[in-house]
């Protein structure tokens, strides 16, 4: 199926929409252009109401269907393995097991490896629909002495708890609406329909710290306290009961004194507001928890009653840099979503007609700039760095062009093979790590229509359109060779010394198959790769953990989880150089293992 170009009969100084028509349906279609949202715009394949498949239904029966992403990036795939195995629950390791070592795992490597991700998929008769619903399921992978142990167990969150003691889903999640319980009445179902969802507390996205203690977090209100040496459930912690806020990202940033930065949403009556949140570094008494957490500033979404969803941030030295994407979320249809049936998933879409605005925030003052940096609709879930140079700031993240990926994750997708499973993969619009150069003195003296980036080894560019507004084209911070390792995702840096300054290397996932299929390593001096892979190998995001005696920005090493589906028990933890990306040894794991989400390494 082709889109055929008709006309370009709307344009404007930023960006042009033409329309055309699939093949297929014949509908007409309004698409975003080459000119501001790069070169590969008609690579298009199906228009996604005539997709083989079904549109999405995030909610119960027949959920499982995927629409197709309007710019589809990097090799189209075909015969892609099966990774259903991968995306299947696993039994808890409460206690520490040996692993099988091959080749040498340095000795100044001591500490503890915490992943988390979904590892329960089901409670009896119920299942989730979308992979971010799955219980989380914590790892620890201590690494002492060239030796390694491993153990996992899983968030004794209320919501695993729960539907445990039921044996059925009782706590809605992002895809997955608990429906009423089958023993009520039916009057006593119906009306359960009107009660408030309860707020899942299922920590399943990260490792975060506060205050030197672990948690782990979603993006509601909810954390966890968790004891890093055995994975022990410690403190719920409710974020609103610290500050006015309704969740915080599971992506926050860190000073080198311990002084923690988040983002988060409040809904009030008049609407949402974006929150920066600024928690200190230590506790005044030794069970605190959040206590002094402050609001920074707030920041007014462009539609408050349909904020952006945002999973992250970026932070440079003195600004906090937020991404209002056109990923939306429609409040009215998420605060309504149990009367109506549905999944709180799909009060979230993708708006491609609305830009992408950069807010920057200071982080001494709390004053939000009155200059605003717009870019083309990308959708961004993971920031890789952001450093000030010279007067301008530049901002690094990973960017797809299109933003319904969340609505391909789900577990029917994961879990398909063959055909249909290329078709939801060459469906999907892959993300590549961007650079965007904001100009810090904007006045009204600032000449307008020309280049405010001063870099000269940048390719891209700021042009003041307006009073209080520039509009920024990104450079890509890779080349070509990228597009063959399918983008990249998950990406990492050497975190304690380069975040928020100046930094050369940026580590990160391959994504030739749903999940990330290589481990990468950017040199953004020459924009050269390094790669490991092994086929039907798939690893997790990057750790970087600097070795003791580190001079240069790479002296260390990577630590991901590999995991493989066509071999029963084929997990391990690899260990590479990370100058080279050659492997140093790896950790072999005698049970299985699903695929996570985020990590952090707790050196002893
Ligand atoms: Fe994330």
Same mark, same amino acid.
């Given at each position: 199926m082709i889109i055929q170009i008709l006309r370009t009969p709307y344009t404007t100084a930023l960006h042009k929409r033409i329309r055309g028509q699939c093949s297929s349906c014949l509908r007409l279609r309004w698409r975003l252009c080459a000119r501001c949202s790069g070169t590969q715009m008609w690579r298009i394949r199906p228009c996604y109401r005539s997709y083989a498949m079904s549109s999405v239904k995030l909610d119960g029966a027949g959920a499982g269907a995927v629409e197709a992403n309007s710019k589809p990036?990097?090799?189209?795939?075909?015969?892609?393995?099966?990774?259903?195995?991968?995306?299947?629950?696993?039994?808890?390791?409460?206690?520490?097991?040996?692993?099988?070592?091959?080749?040498? =795992?340095?000795?100044?490597?001591? @500490?503890?490896?915490?992943?988390?991700? #979904?590892? *329960?998929?089901? !409670?009896?008769?119920?299942?989730?629909?979308?992979?971010?619903?799955?219980?989380?399921?914590?790892?620890?992978?201590?690494?002492?002495?060239?030796?390694?142990?491993?153990?996992?167990?899983?968030?004794?969150?209320?919501?695993?708890?729960?539907?445990?003691?039921?044996?059925? =889903?009782?706590?809605?999640?992002? @895809?997955?609406?608990?429906?009423?319980? #089958?023993? *009520?009445?039916? !009057?006593?179902?119906?009306?359960?329909?009107?009660?408030?969802?309860?707020v899942t507390d299922n920590a399943s996205v990260s490792f975060v710290k506060y205050k030197g203690d672990y948690y782990v977090s979603t993006e509601t209100n909810f954390m966890h306290k968790v004891n890093p040496e055995n994975l022990e459930t410690?403190?719920?912690?409710?974020?609103?009961?610290?500050?006015?806020?309704?969740?915080?990202?599971?992506h926050p940033h860190y000073e080198p004194d311990g002084t923690t930065y988040n983002m988060g949403n409040s809904y009030g009556n008049k609407g949402a507001l974006y929150n920066i949140i600024k928690v200190p570094p230590e506790k005044a008494e030794a069970k605190d928890t959040l206590q002094g957490a402050s609001i920074l500033c707030s920041i007014v979404p462009a539609k408050k009653s349909h904020p952006s969803y945002y999973h992250s941030f970026a932070m440079s030295e003195n600004y906090v840099v937020f991404i209002e994407q056109p990923i939306k979320m429609d409040l009215l249809k998420i605060v309504t979503s149990k009367l109506r049936?549905?999944?709180?998933?799909?009060?979230?879409?993708?708006?491609?007609?609305?830009?992408?605005?950069?807010?920057?925030?200071?982080?001494r003052t709390g004053e939000v700039s009155a200059v605003k940096y717009h870019t083309a609709p990308l959708s961004t879930f993971h920031q890789i760095n952001a450093f000030e140079e010279d007067g301008l700031l530049m901002v690094d993240m990973c960017c797809s062009d299109d933003g319904r990926a969340i609505g391909n994750y789900l577990i029917q997708n994961l879990r398909r093979s063959g055909h249909a499973l290329d078709e939801v993969y060459n469906a999907g619009c892959r993300a590549f790590p961007r650079r965007f150069v904001l100009p810090l003195r904007v006045t009204d003296e600032t000449p307008a229509g020309q280049n405010l980036n001063t870099r000269s080894a940048s390719g891209a560019t700021c042009v003041k359109v307006g009073k209080n507004k520039v509009f920024c084209q990104h450079e890509d911070l890779h080349g070509d060779d990228l597009h063959d390792y399918g983008g990249l995702?998950?990406?990492?840096?050497?975190?304690?010394?380069?975040?928020?300054?100046?930094?050369?290397?940026?580590?990160?996932?391959?994504?030739?198959?749903?999940?990330?299929?290589?481990?990468?390593?950017?040199?953004?001096?020459?924009?050269?790769?390094k790669v490991w892979y092994q086929r039907g190998f798939y690893p997790s995001e990057p750790v970087f953990v600097a070795s003791p005696d580190a001079v240069e920005e790479d002296d260390g090493v990577i630590l991901s989880v590999v995991l493989t589906p066509s071999q029963d028990k084929g997990t391990f933890l690899l260990v590479l150089e990370a100058k080279t990306m050659e492997e140093l040894g790896r950790a072999n794991v005698p049970v299985n293992i699903p695929y996570g989400f985020h990590g952090a390494f707790n050196p002893s």
């Open positions: 990036t990097g090799p189209l795939m075909k015969n892609l393995e099966s990774i259903a195995p991968l995306v299947q629950s696993a039994a808890e390791t409460p206690e520490p097991i040996s692993t099988q070592v091959q080749g040498i =795992i340095p000795t100044w490597i001591n @500490g503890k490896f915490l992943r988390n991700g #979904p590892g *329960k998929f089901e !409670f009896g008769n119920t299942h989730y629909n979308h992979w971010f619903d799955g219980m989380a399921l914590l790892h620890q992978f201590r690494i002492e002495h060239g030796r390694v142990t491993y153990m996992s167990r899983f968030l004794r969150s209320d919501a695993y708890k729960k539907n445990s003691e039921r044996n059925r =889903i009782m706590i809605s999640e992002f @895809g997955t609406l608990a429906m009423p319980d #089958p023993c *009520k009445s039916l !009057f006593q179902r119906f009306l359960s329909r009107f009660e408030v969802m309860d410690l403190d719920k912690v409710d974020w609103s009961k610290f500050i006015a806020v309704n969740g915080a990202t599971a049936g549905r999944a709180l998933g799909e009060g979230v879409y993708w708006d491609p007609t609305q830009e992408t605005v950069l807010h920057l925030a200071d982080k995702e998950f990406p990492q840096i050497n975190y304690s010394k380069h975040n928020t300054r100046s930094y050369r290397y940026f580590y990160g996932c391959g994504f030739r198959h749903l999940v990330g299929d290589s481990l990468l390593k950017m040199d953004l001096r020459d924009k050269t790769l």
